[in-house]
Nanobody
């Protein structure tokens, strides 16, 4: 059974930083693309960042230059380093895994439960 467990969310002031982690189990982690998505109240879930099994990355325009995705295959963990946070980054952040690349919401086959990130102004 595949499980994804996010952690690291919280409350931070604008301009601050957070690092989210997503620990995966139940499959050969290194073979799959990993992605981060977010959903704000009243909005659709949107793509944030993704990394292929070979290390290629994609970012949403809204987070380029501020967020960095990385993965540690030995620890079956993917990270999202978020710097220069803005109030509009407030959302529930989800990690997901997918067997295909590039990574889109529709291609995800497993999701974590989400972690809340709140950025105060």
């Amino acid at each position: 059974q595949v499980q994804l467990v996010e952690s690291g969310g919280g409350l931070v002031q604008a301009g601050g930083s957070l690092r989210l982690s997503c620990a995966a189990s139940g499959r050969t982690f290194s073979r799959y693309a990993m992605g981060w998505f977010r959903q704000a109240p009243g909005k659709e879930r949107e793509f944030v960042a993704s990394m292929s099994s070979r290390g290629s990355t994609n970012y949403a325009d809204s987070v380029k230059g501020r967020f960095t995705i990385s993965r540690d295959n030995a620890k079956n963990t993917v990270y999202l380093q978020m710097n220069s946070l803005k109030p509009e980054d407030t959302a529930v952040y989800y990690c997901a895994t997918a067997p295909t690349w590039p990574f889109r919401v529709s291609s995800a086959d497993y999701w974590g439960q989400g972690t809340q990130v709140t950025v105060s102004s």
